[in-house]
């Protein structure tokens, strides 16, 4: 009986690592590479003990702890008790969004297919796929443990030793089988891979809260309720504890275990929590193009208000002790963009000013280069729903094209703005109420800031719409020039010759001082909103004289 | 200005280096039915796509109500009714509110109306679209499209995932469309569905029109299936001008005719003294097939 529930597991491993070669193949390789880049530069970037401690210190209030995790090891906070602080918690949510993909792909998403039920009719068991998807998972999230910890410890990072790599390592392994297990189970839970995705991304958010409560009150048990809190208390080169690997694992056989059972006892095809009936009819506002239109976009728009919001106000946490926190690592100075050279020359106050405006300015450009990726989000849109036929159901009535178009176009202008603004906003809001007084930045100041930047979030919308409409088998172009874009205006001060930061609209902004008197260059501003209205209209007149693309 | 609701002339469609369709004609006057078929990949859904402004034509075009199918998309979409062969919806949304924006992106709405084809297709409009299968999201479409005012009606395979009962069902709502006055453009695969419904039929293979006409005519040119049995057995029937496919079974036989021979082969078997005689017209499969069948006719 037994046997006969599981027969076949393993050709399904088999299969499902034949369908997985790339993708996963992709997320562990980049997930360790980014690991073995990281640890040398943060330990490069803090080379002595006098300045991880200083760190240590900026970082030791509730805000911070609450959002990075306790700090453990701090009267001796060697490079390796930084990174596994720094490190751990947001390399476990990383793995942890791989493992919610990768299950609800081979569970949910599979059935909704269609495609259990092909491997169902076969000659295997009941439950067969659920548990040749755990099994896979249980691999996987064992060789990514190795892979980091190995990495980790082959770099021969100064007090990063074998002993605390593999903590860190099995750390890594233990929660994303945790959330693998979520993941399973949410795929019983719920009818659709949607809301599986959903469900299990929610618990991420909840588990992190739990364990911010729990961080910021010193509350132990609070805390180690949450996957995310446990995970942090292995104390990866600090203490390198293991009990919390094991109780993460003992936790992902659990929640496997209620996931198999669920299994075990449903329709193939059904959830248990049932389909919520919806409207019967269409609300008056859904009864248009841009009705529609806007209905598409609506919560993906909202989600990202949110983070947006959410991001300007945790950049702004670390507000209070920016400028002695930066002008003691001129690394940090040189990434940022201070003009160190002016440096020398001024009061202690106003270097201190200087490094905030630097930063407030460093702030601003890359919450821009975020704020790129709902915009061309939006816009991708329309090419989506061309691609699926869906666009055909509202363009075979009565509905001009451009005007279908336009909807998103313009809704995509009008968040660009909103989204300047919340972000400034967050900011604003959280720096007030941690620095106080001394939060050095205006609220007018900080939207001039951002409101400057959003001639050249038009020209990207303006360059997205155009290959939306002239080149819709080529819209990959609009992500390599964003990848382009976030690059040279992150690094490429850094690394790149002058002639080549011309390509990234970001660049002509005059990166205004956020604090007060600066000066904004107009000329630059006009001319890419010239050019981006040039690039849309170039675009929509496009769209409307092609053929729909259903490939 | 012509008369016709729809008057395809000369219509080409190039994707790239392969030819959809090749110079293709057809027409449909104002309250007819036209069967529009052929095998997958025949160019059906080109030549839709092309009439609904989706595409543009590489050469020739489609004139719909008299006006260009490209320049003049919307004022053309406002009278015309379509639905896909393969309709894809937002999984997010439900039944109800798809049909409610597909009517409204068109114009008028007539609440009875929805209410009676949701009741007649038995359709739940509370539902999510990503519950639906492919025979209801199938009725989404034909609620949304007979709930309209429309002119001219577009139905591609639109019965492909229904069954029996509901694809009776849609056959009335396109009579009732046709009683109306109201034009109708049916591809199919289903013979009977087409036979029953339409006026003329335009059969396309490789992107070209190989046959168009009434049912009739297109019979006219193939072949009558007989059937009989004779008191004496007949001689030499297979060598008659245009009989084909003899088979004799127990003293009856069995063979199909040339249209044109019919009469005269009627004359020869009557001289054996005829006991029973069956004749059947050939079936519109067997019109389609012989068009397909490389050994056909």
Redesign the interface.
């Known amino acids: 009986m037994l046997r006969g529930t599981f027969a076949n597991s393993f050709t399904v491993v088999k299969f499902i690592f034949r369908r997985e070669r790339i993708v996963t193949t992709a997320w562990i390789l980049a997930l360790v590479l980014f690991t073995m880049g990281v640890a040398p530069a943060m330990a490069n970037m803090f080379p002595d003990m006098a300045s991880r401690s200083q760190f240590a210190a900026s970082f030791n209030n509730p805000i911070m702890i609450a959002m990075m995790g306790p700090i453990y090891g701090a009267d001796n906070y060697t490079a390796g008790a930084m990174y596994g602080g720094m490190m751990l918690l947001w390399y476990a949510m990383a793995v942890a969004i791989m493992n919610i993909f990768f299950v609800v792909r081979h569970t949910r998403a599979d059935e ?1 297919a269609g495609r259990v039920e092909v491997v169902r009719s076969l000659p295997t068991g009941r439950l067969a796929n659920l548990n040749a998807t755990m099994i896979s998972a249980l691999i996987i999230n064992v060789v990514l443990g190795l892979l980091t910890g190995l990495g980790l410890a082959v770099l021969g990072i100064e007090d990063m030793g074998f002993a605390g790599s593999m903590a860190y390592g099995a750390a890594t392994a233990a929660i994303g089988l945790v959330f693998a297990s979520i993941a399973a189970l949410f795929s019983q839970i719920t ?2 891979a ?1 809301g599986a995705t959903g469900l299990s991304f929610v618990s991420i958010g909840v588990f992190y809260m739990i364990r911010a409560a729990g961080d910021m009150q010193g509350n132990e048990i609070i805390s180690c309720i949450s996957p995310l809190g446990l995970v942090l208390r292995t104390q990866a080169y600090v203490q390198n504890n293991i009990w919390p690997s094991l109780v993460l694992f003992a936790t992902a056989i659990v929640i496997s275990a209620v996931a198999y059972k669920l299994n075990s006892i449903r329709d193939l095809g059904q959830g248990f929590v049932a ?1 919520r ?7 008056p506002l ?4 841009f ?2 239109t806007w ?2 976009l609506r919560n993906m728009l909202i989600i990202w208000a949110v983070v947006m919001f959410i991001l300007g106000a945790s950049y702004a946490t670390v507000i209070g002790d920016i400028s002695s926190f930066i002008g003691d690592s001129p690394e940090y100075m040189e990434v940022i963009g201070v003009p160190v050279d002016q440096l020398a020359a001024l009061s202690e106050a106003d270097q201190a000013k200087l490094i905030v405006d630097s930063f407030g300015t460093f702030v601003t450009l890359m919450m821009t280069i975020v704020a790129i990726v709902p915009l061309i989000n939006a816009i991708m849109k329309l090419r989506s729903e061309e691609r ?3 666009a ?9 094209r451009c005007r279908y178009m336009s909807g998103f176009v313009i809704l995509a202008y009008v968040f660009s703005v909103i989204i300047q603004f919340l972000t400034a906003s967050g900011l604003y809001v959280v720096a007030t109420s941690v620095a106080g007084d001394a939060n050095p930045f205006t609220y007018t100041g900080l939207l001039q800031a951002f409101f400057a930047f959003l001639p050249a979030l038009w020209v990207m919308i303006g360059f997205t719409v155009l290959v939306v409409g002239l080149l819709p088998k080529a819209t990959t172009i609009v992500w390599a020039y964003f990848g382009v874009v976030a690059f040279t205006s992150f690094m490429g001060r850094l690394v790149m010759p002058d002639w080549m930061l011309n390509i990234t609209p970001l660049h002509f902004v005059s990166q205004p001082q956020p604090m007060q008197d600066f000066v904004i260059d107009y000329t630059p501003l006009i001319i890419m909103t010239g050019i981006a209205a040039v690039l849309t209209a170039i675009g929509i007149i496009s769209y409307s ?4 693309i259903t490939s | 200005m012509s008369n016709y609701t729809l008057e395809i002339t000369n219509l080409t469609k190039k994707f790239g280096k392969f030819t959809a369709l090749d110079n293709v004609n057809a027409t449909l006057e104002k309250g007819e039915v036209l069967g529009y078929i052929g095998p997958n990949g025949a160019g059906k859904t080109t030549t839709i796509r092309v009439m609904l402004g989706i595409l543009k034509a590489t050469s020739g075009g489609a004139k719909v109500f008299g006006m260009d199918s490209w320049r003049d998309a919307v004022e053309i979409h406002k009278k015309i009714a379509y639905v896909p062969g393969d309709v894809t919806l937002w999984p997010n949304m439900t039944g109800g509110e798809v049909i409610d924006l597909f009517v409204a992106l068109r114009g008028k709405h007539d609440k009875e109306r929805r209410k009676k084809l949701l009741e007649m297709f038995d359709l739940d409009p509370t539902k999510k679209c990503r519950t639906y299968s492919k025979g209801n999201r199938q009725k989404v479409a034909l609620i949304a499209a007979f709930a309209s005012d429309a002119e001219l009606f577009i139905l591609d395979e639109p019965t492909s995932g229904l069954d029996p009962l509901m694809g009776h069902h849609f056959q009335q709502c396109v009579l009732e469309q046709k009683n109306l006055g109201k034009s109708v453009l049916l591809s199919s695969h289903i013979m009977s569905e087409v036979e029953q419904l339409c006026d003329q039929v335009c059969i396309i293979k490789n992107g070209k029109i190989v046959d168009t006409g009434t049912l009739d005519s297109l019979r006219h040119l193939t072949r009558v299936n007989m059937k009989i049995e004779t008191v004496k057995p007949i001689e030499n029937l297979a060598t008659l001008e245009g009989v084909h496919d003899v088979i004799e079974e127990r003293g009856e036989v069995d063979f199909k005719v040339d249209y044109l021979n019919v009469g005269a082969v009627v004359e020869y078997i009557a001289k054996y003294g005829v006991k029973k005689l069956e004749s059947a017209p050939p079936t519109l499969e067997e019109l389609f097939m012989s068009h397909y069948d490389t050994k056909g006719v």
């Open positions: 909704q009818s659709n949607s389909a009936p919806g409207r019967a009819t269409a609300s859904l009864k248009s193009s009705g529609l209905r598409l699926d036929g869906r055909e159901n509202v363009l075979t009535r009565a509905v001009r004289k092609r053929d729909m």
